[in-house]
């Protein structure tokens, strides 16, 4: 393990002085054999690939093509979720109406083309991860991201805190290595109770989970896993984002209701992932929805709660419209932003500039990403970088593409 100097805002030798320690960051990190540094090329590719097979499988083009059949009806159904999931019930029912009226007049290119379109996001990927599995056979340095070197330097800096809320520990098909071994370092440090958003995707995702967990020297008395009613058109057939909710036995016998959320990143995701930089800041409206969803949820978990914690990656820029729209939200509930001011955690431009995970598009355009909420006033608030030693830098600066943010309350 990496072991790094401690920050004096966390010392040891203040440990009687702090009540409360908490650490929220996205790892960015994936199963093993999974990559995370090509995400979307990756995905594009899958669809090209999806679409080779169809094209050179006449089978395939039969049973999707060729009227009723347990394959394209399947494919159909598949596409008609994908729809609801992403626009809403009244646009899944109605081309679920289309769906079975093609199949009632014998119109079978309408239910083809709907079939399709299910099969294509079915098969995007599996597609898309036998062609990680051949590349990093084939060229493994197009894909290196130092995942088992960033999560022995993120295991070393567990010991600092009292609870971690983790966004993109994901896995995918329950290959939940990775996530092991973040659990034991925990419990090596300290952090003897884990929870987390579990192995296995969530229906219509067929890939991976949404990569939430929670490490606490403290009990965790109760969880909740909660799924977005609305997901985006681009991702809902890998992932489900969704939020994690735990309830931990207090140092002081009160209950802390921890809510800690990833969103979708909106289409900047997919620009930034092709080489291109938007010519300006663009709001996340599915992101800002999705919060103010399940903070509604939250209301009613951590209902009679000593103290309650609102973090994660929300994909929100801090003084963003979407984010005072969320702090208006989040006010309501008794719930501030414990680092107002707080430094990007993003795109960062000052040393050391993360490059290995960071597209090219997104390296100095910096952005406060990761935020921490409480209806309790903090004593301390900074940014962790998440520092790579410097001898290291020519192989990963940082753990992540994101710094974490760390929040003491006494």
Not at 66 to 80: D, I, K, N, T
Request: glycine fraction near 8%; hydrophobic fraction near 45%; charged fraction near 20%.
């Amino acid at each position: 393990f990496f072991h790094l100097p401690r920050s004096p805002a966390i010392d040891t030798t203040t440990r009687t002085m702090v009540k409360l320690r908490l650490l929220t960051a996205n790892l960015c990190m994936i199963s093993p054999g999974g990559c995370v540094r090509l995400a979307v090329p990756l995905g594009l590719m899958g669809i090209v690939f999806a679409v080779l097979l169809l094209l050179l499988l006449p089978p395939l083009r039969a049973g999707l093509f060729g009227g009723p059949s347990f394959l394209g009806a399947a494919c159909a159904l598949y596409a008609v979720e994908g729809v609801r999931r992403c626009k809403g019930t009244i646009w899944g029912a109605s081309i679920a109406f289309f769906c079975v009226f093609g199949y009632w007049r014998e119109r079978y290119l309408l239910t083809g083309v709907l079939a399709a379109g299910g099969y294509i996001f079915l098969a995007l990927a599996p597609c898309a991860q036998l062609i990680t599995s051949a590349t990093r056979r084939l060229r493994p340095d197009l894909i290196y991201d130092a995942q088992s070197e960033r999560l022995k330097l993120f295991c070393s800096l567990l010991e600092s805190y009292d609870i971690v809320c983790l966004q993109e520990v994901t896995t995918f098909w329950g290959r939940d290595g990775h996530a092991t071994d973040i659990r034991a370092a925990g419990a090596k440090h300290g952090l003897q109770h884990f929870c987390s958003s579990g192995l296995w995707p969530v229906w219509p995702s067929t890939f991976a989970t949404n990569g939430l967990c929670v490490l606490s020297r403290f009990p965790i008395t109760k969880t909740r896993n909660f799924t977005f009613s609305m997901q985006s058109w681009f991702e809902w057939s890998f992932v489900q984002r969704g939020a994690f909710m735990a309830e931990l036995e207090g140092p002081g016998g009160g209950r802390i209701a921890i809510l800690n959320a990833h969103t979708t990143s909106g289409v900047e995701v997919l620009e930034s992932g092709v080489g291109r930089r938007p010519d300006a800041p663009r709001e996340n409206p599915m992101g800002l929805s999705q919060l103010v969803e399940v903070l509604e949820a939250f209301a009613e978990f951590s209902e009679g709660a000593s103290q309650k914690i609102f973090c994660g990656d929300f994909n929100l820029p801090k003084h963003s419209l979407a984010f005072h729209i969320l702090q208006a939200r989040a006010k309501a509930l008794g719930l501030h932003d414990c680092f107002p001011d707080s430094p990007p955690t993003f795109g960062c431009d000052d040393e050391p500039r993360e490059a290995l995970l960071t597209k090219v598009a997104d390296r100095g355009n910096p952005k406060v990403l990761d935020h921490v909420f409480s209806d309790q006033r903090c004593a301390s608030a900074r940014v962790e970088k998440m520092e790579a030693p410097q001898d290291r830098w020519h192989e990963f600066q940082q753990v992540s593409d994101h710094r974490a943010v760390a929040v003491c309350w006494e």
